[in-house]
């Protein structure tokens, strides 16, 4: 029996949380050039109004949250955060309708970076920080914020934890679940730092820099420029930014090992990091070659835009530096093709992942060899351990939802009138958190045109692709919600 009590308890604390994280673009509103100081009070207002009467109105749980508490709260805290998160935008004149508003809080949450505005610039400073501030608090997970503050969830916060961080199903940093979080979240943070410094070193202003990297970290995409990173026009700045692409695409399992334990060779010697890095580079060679044949250029320019393409692809970021939509087929296949595969796991990238990637070619390559010696038994080894068949199995339907949605969603979107290879780039682009696609959602367009059905087909996109399909889909099902 699902315990609704203790569920809106904790869901109280949650937006009491975010009306906290509310008050950091306050600055903005009072000191900055521009402010929207009633849209950001109205929303404070809202959000700890809402906060109040859940926390008042429920009762605090006295044991540990079941499984199936977890995953309900899960879902209810990111629908619950990109609802209040939005008001900012409800209560601002440049969203012209609410639909247009949640579609930009849903997107900034779950870091997809998709945008409905013709003109960024226009944005107040504050809106506009909180823009990207909901990118920087999405990439590492909202539920995962909360595990580290709310102390509250006992070791029930561990169904929170691996429901939303998929980091967590292979490997845990810490026995204690709150001592991991809070490690991740500090790592996330001095990254954040260093990244911001280097753009300032670079040439962007305080600003601009602290807005790019919260999006770069939480691989969203968000800019304060219309025209994305390519606005700068700065070779420095684009290298900056996907070396932190790269480093925000990379486990954060990873950095732990290298940031606290001192431990390198577990850093560097990371089979899916290694893969990871790997495919960037051919892709870009490959993409770098195509660009020369279709229009000659200096050599280190293809590669750099290349390079800037892939990575922000692959990482599902979604920044560009170029307009790939006018670039020959075999270059934007390759980039709708990394997008599928994304970053690795347990890190803020969306996409199926690389090691599961890797996996889906070990799966394909046994059936082979089981065709060949039909008495063979073959184990999957994946980084020296072997793959449990369960896994095995989990891995297969999670492409196999995945397809289904993404089929089903594009379905939805032709009826609306999008045409067909808009529809599918843009249900892969929000369902993997990446933001641009092609055609009609290219990355000199964005989203402003399309019907409202179709931008709330792709909020559900977004939401599902965050949450790994398994976690909002089963709630969904009949047996969840039996005795």
Request: charged share 15%.
């Amino acid at each position: 029996m699902i315990r609704f009590s203790a569920v809106g308890y904790v869901l109280g604390q949650f937006l009491l949380v975010l009306a906290a994280t509310m008050l950091a673009p306050l600055p903005f509103t009072f000191f900055g050039a521009s402010g929207d100081a009633r849209a950001m009070g109205l929303s404070i207002a809202c959000t700890v109004g809402a906060g109040l009467a859940l926390f008042a109105a429920c009762r605090r749980p006295t044991t540990e949250l079941t499984l199936r508490e977890g995953l309900l709260l899960v879902c209810v805290v990111w629908f619950c955060v990109s609802l209040f998160g939005g008001l900012p935008f409800v209560f601002s004149p440049h969203f012209p309708t609410f639909t247009d508003a949640m579609y930009e809080s849903v997107s900034g949450f779950t870091t997809t970076g998709a945008s409905i505005l013709p003109e960024v610039e226009v944005l107040p400073s504050d809106i506009q920080f909180w823009r990207h501030f909901s990118h920087w608090l999405g990439g590492m997970g909202i539920v995962l914020l909360g595990v580290a503050i709310l102390p509250l969830l006992g070791l029930g916060g561990m169904h929170l934890y691996r429901a939303e961080f998929s980091g967590a199903k292979s490997e845990k940093l810490k026995p204690r679940i709150t001592e991991a979080a809070m490690s991740l979240w500090r790592i996330y943070f001095a990254l954040t730092a260093a990244q911001t410094v280097a753009l300032k070193v670079a040439g962007m202003t305080w600003y601009e820099a602290v807005c790019h990297s919260m999006s770069t970290l939480g691989t969203g995409g968000f800019s304060t420029r219309t025209a994305s990173v390519a606005g700068f026009n700065n070779p420095a700045v684009e290298y900056i930014i996907i070396l932190f692409m790269i480093l925000a695409g990379t486990n954060f399992t990873c950095h732990y090992r290298l940031w606290v334990e001192r431990r390198p060779g577990g850093f560097f010697g990371d089979v899916e990091l290694r893969a990871w890095v790997a495919i960037i580079l051919l892709c870009s060679l490959a993409i770098t070659w195509s660009r020369l044949t279709q229009q000659p250029q200096p050599l280190e320019r293809a590669f750099r835009d290349s390079l800037f393409q892939v990575t922000s692809m692959i990482a599902t970021c979604g920044f560009a530096t170029a307009d790939f939509d006018k670039w020959l087929p075999f270059p934007q296949l390759l980039l709708i093709a990394v997008m599928f595969c994304g970053g690795c796991t347990g890190s803020t990238s969306g996409g199926f992942k690389v090691a599961r990637v890797l996996l889906l070619f070990k799966v394909v390559g046994r059936e082979f060899l089981r065709m060949i010696e039909r008495r063979a038994v073959v184990a999957i080894r994946l980084g020296g351990k072997t793959i449990p068949e369960p896994a095995i199995q989990n891995l297969l339907n999670l492409i196999y939802l995945a397809l289904i949605v993404n089929f089903a969603s594009s379905l939805l979107l032709t009826a609306t009138g999008v045409d067909p290879l808009s529809s599918i780039t843009a249900v892969a682009a929000n369902m993997f958190g990446v933001g641009p696609g092609l055609r009609e959602v290219g990355p000199a367009a964005n989203y402003s045109k399309l019907p409202a059905l179709a931008k709330w087909v792709l909020m559900g996109d977004m939401l599902a692709g965050r949450l790994e399909f398994y976690t909002l889909l089963v709630i969904l099902t009949p047996s969840f919600w039996r005795k």
